[in-house]
C-alpha cells in the first residue's frame, strides 16, 4: 500500500477487499511539517488497527484553517512524507476544512485524534457516531507544534 489515493480509488479498494483493511483506523490534519509529535501520534494510532488512513488537509483548507501564510509545505509534498511513514497505509488528500466527508465515504471502525481535542470539541464526532466507529483520543506526548517550531527558525534567523 503505502500511497496516496483519491476518495473514489481509496473507497473502491476498501470495498472491494475490506479483509485487507478491516479495522480501519483514520484520522486527519494539516501535518505541515512532520515532527516526533506526528510520528508518534501516528504510530499509536495504527496499533489500534490493520490500517491507518491519514487524511491531509488541502492548501486551500489548511489556508482556512491556519491562514494565509499556511500551508509551508505543499499538499502533494505532505501527502507524500506521510505515506512513506511506516505506521501509514493510505493517504487521502481532501478539500474540507473537516473530515466529515471522508468519514462518511469510507466509514472507519475507529477515529482517531489527538488528546488534546474532547469529543465536544470534534466537528466529526456526529459523522463518526452516524458511521458506527468508535472515537478515540490519543494522549500528546510532546507538545510539539508546527507553529512553535517556525517561530523557534524566525526568533533565531533574527540573531544572525
Known amino acids: 500500500m503505502h500511497l496516496v489515493y483519491d476518495l473514489a480509488e481509496l473507497q473502491t479498494l476498501i470495498a472491494q477487499s475490506p479483509q485487507d483493511w478491516r479495522p480501519l483506523v483514520f484520522t486527519n490534519g494539516c501535518f505541515d511539517l512532520i515532527h516526533v509529535g506526528h510520528v508518534r501520534y501516528l504510530a499509536a494510532a495504527k496499533a489500534l488497527g490493520k490500517t491507518l488512513v491519514v487524511g491531509v488537509n488541502s492548501d486551500t483548507s489548511v489556508q482556512q484553517l491556519k491562514g494565509n501564510t499556511r500551508p509551508y509545505?505543499?499538499?502533494?509534498?505532505?501527502?507524500?512524507?506521510?505515506?512513506?511513514?511506516?505506521?501509514?497505509?493510505?493517504?487521502?488528500?481532501?478539500?474540507?476544512?473537516?473530515?466529515?466527508?471522508?468519514?462518511?465515504?469510507?466509514?472507519?471502525?475507529?477515529?482517531?485524534?489527538?488528546?488534546?481535542?474532547?469529543?465536544?470539541t470534534l466537528p466529526e464526532t456526529p459523522a463518526v457516531k452516524a458511521c458506527g466507529a468508535s472515537l478515540e483520543l490519543i494522549k500528546v506526548e510532546i507538545p510539539t507544534s508546527t507553529t512553535k517550531i517556525v517561530q523557534k527558525i524566525l526568533n533565531n534567523s533574527q540573531s544572525l
Request: proline share 6%.
Open 73 to 120: 509545505v505543499p499538499e502533494a509534498q505532505r501527502a507524500e512524507v506521510l505515506a512513506a511513514l511506516k505506521s501509514v497505509d493510505a493517504v487521502v488528500i481532501f478539500s474540507e476544512v473537516t473530515a466529515v466527508a471522508i468519514i462518511e465515504a469510507i466509514a472507519p471502525d475507529i477515529y482517531v485524534k489527538g488528546g488534546d481535542y474532547t469529543p465536544d
